[in-house]
């Protein structure tokens, strides 16, 4: 009875999550999505794609970001550009911050990371806020106010936000072990639904970021698209979020380690690269739509 499996260690045949890669090994799959992302086309006429992430307090916001440098300038180290909350404690994020995504000493990725206070009752963002920010009119250091939204006379309001002002890919972050706890907690859960039914009808990008997935209780995280406990997770995200499986990504940030570990840098840059992509889907189909369209 001690020697059965628990139900963390069930794994299927077949990968539950199919990569569009040419190759199975792990170090290798790294190698070839960091080919991706490093020679990745962006389209239309923006400088940066931009990628606002939603979440409560200790939802692995800066964590993720910090993953993704790490994997990206390749250093053999672990690499910190965010300051990363300790469990438990309020966000200290009070303005939106916009973080580069560095590939090396000198050059970075088209691409913007946004981030926020957390979404919890007493010291949020004002949901008006969250549908300014998804519209481009609220600019980079803004500091939000949780009782009222930005005002039109503020030196960070934007006025006539073009397309390159607007976030082009939404994501929301939670911990995989409370996934809807961290989702909607209290007020979050109404300004969710709020700034969901926005985004859906702008047709902007949604994700959900799964983070601490091994904390499902997973020996080998290399198994992680084949171990059913994880699919059963990120389908329940999916169910509650009304999002595709595929808009559900699991992830493994770094913690406590020295050194870097080729799964978890895999993880950072698959979903980095899956990010990037729907935004840079819609910043093309926006780019596209013929002068008057919409008029």
Request: include cysteine; glycine fraction near 6%.
């Amino acid at each position: 009875m001690g020697n059965n499996p628990s139900a963390a260690d069930i794994l299927e045949k077949e990968p539950w999550r199919k990569m569009p890669l040419t190759t199975t090994k792990i170090p290798d799959m790294r190698r070839e999505l960091m080919g991706k992302i490093k020679t990745f086309q962006k389209k239309g006429n923006v400088n940066f794609l931009n990628i606002l992430l939603l979440g409560q307090s200790s939802s692995g916001k800066s964590s993720f970001v910090n993953s993704c440098a790490t994997a990206l300038y390749d250093a053999n180290r672990i690499v910190t550009p965010c300051g990363v909350l300790e469990p438990q404690s309020e966000s200290v994020t009070a303005r939106l911050e916009a973080h580069p995504i560095k590939i090396s000493s000198t050059a970075f990725l088209p691409v913007r990371i946004f981030d926020c206070r957390g979404l919890h009752d007493l010291n949020g963002v004002h949901s008006d806020d969250i549908k300014n920010m998804c519209d481009g009119r609220i600019k980079n250091e803004y500091t939000f106010d949780p009782t009222l939204p930005v005002r039109s006379d503020n030196e960070k309001f934007r006025e006539r936000p073009q397309l390159q002002d607007r976030m082009h890919c939404v994501v929301y972050v939670a911990a995989a072990d409370n996934p809807k706890e961290l989702l909607a907690d209290g007020r979050a859960n109404e300004q969710l639904k709020a700034i969901r039914a926005v985004l859906s009808a702008a047709n902007i990008p949604q994700l959900v970021l799964l983070n601490k997935i091994d904390r499902l209780g997973m020996k080998d995280i290399t198994t992680i698209f084949r171990n059913k406990l994880v699919k059963e997770t990120c389908e329940g995200a999916m169910e509650f979020m009304s999002l595709p499986l595929g808009n559900v990504l699991p992830m493994i940030n770094y913690t406590e380690e020295q050194t870097p570990d080729s799964m978890k840098d895999f993880l950072a840059l698959f979903n980095l690269w899956y990010m990037m992509s729907k935004a840079n889907d819609y910043v093309g189909l926006q780019s596209d739509v013929p002068e008057g369209f919409n008029d």
